[in-house]
């Protein structure tokens, strides 16, 4: 499934925000005792970005392209300018038999989430050491031609697009003449 990707845009803010939750269900009982449940194998997120000094031309992108996704209905693939790159993250281990493997991100080898989207034309893989040819299916699976031996650590670099959708609306405000910015909006990753 290919999605589309939104706007390359200059005039990003600094200070946008990324906010990680997981749906978890706490129980109480009379002696205290905690008891807990995760919903989700993996966070939500939600994003936090805003434009400034944009022109008229960059702002009919973004509507347009709200528009195309048809605002909340469709997921699409979002850029982020300081997030967006995996070196040297282990997605797996051969056993000899496995071909196919997902691609993860890494939060400093404590915690993998699966990534869905690579920047075409970034992905290299290592079996060990050794770089290593493979075909990227859909959903950022990597398949060998062979099965990697038992025990190989199979390595990647590449770079990734958030797969995201809006939650609600837009708005941007004219600033001066010709110049707008995009108010704070909110993305949510959509799996």
């Not at 001066?176 to 909110?186: A, G, I, R």
Request: proline share 5%; with cysteine.
């Amino acid at each position: 499934m290919t999605l589309p990707i939104f706007p390359d845009l200059p005039g990003m803010e600094w200070g946008n925000t990324k906010t990680p939750s997981f749906d978890v269900v706490v129980q109480k009982s009379g002696s205290k005792r905690r008891k807990t449940l995760s919903t989700h194998a993996y966070p939500e997120w939600e994003l936090e970005c805003s434009f400034t000094a944009l022109d008229k031309t960059q702002i009919d992108k973004i509507a347009g392209f709200f528009m195309l996704v048809h605002g909340q209905l469709k997921s699409f693939r979002w850029l982020d300018m300081e997030d967006f790159k995996q070196a040297g993250v282990l997605f797996g281990i051969g056993d000899g038999v496995t071909q196919r493997f997902q691609l993860v991100r890494s939060w400093a080898d404590l915690f993998y989430e699966p990534i869905y989207d690579v920047v075409d034309g970034t992905l290299i893989v290592f079996e060990g050491e050794t770089r290593s040819a493979v075909t990227l299916e859909d959903d950022a699976v990597v398949c060998f031609a062979v099965p990697p031996a038992d025990g190989v650590k199979l390595y990647a670099d590449f770079h990734y697009y958030w797969r995201v959708a809006f939650p609600e609306g837009i708005t941007w405000q004219i600033i001066w003449f010709n110049l707008y910015k995009w108010n704070s909006f909110k993305l949510e990753v959509a799996r």
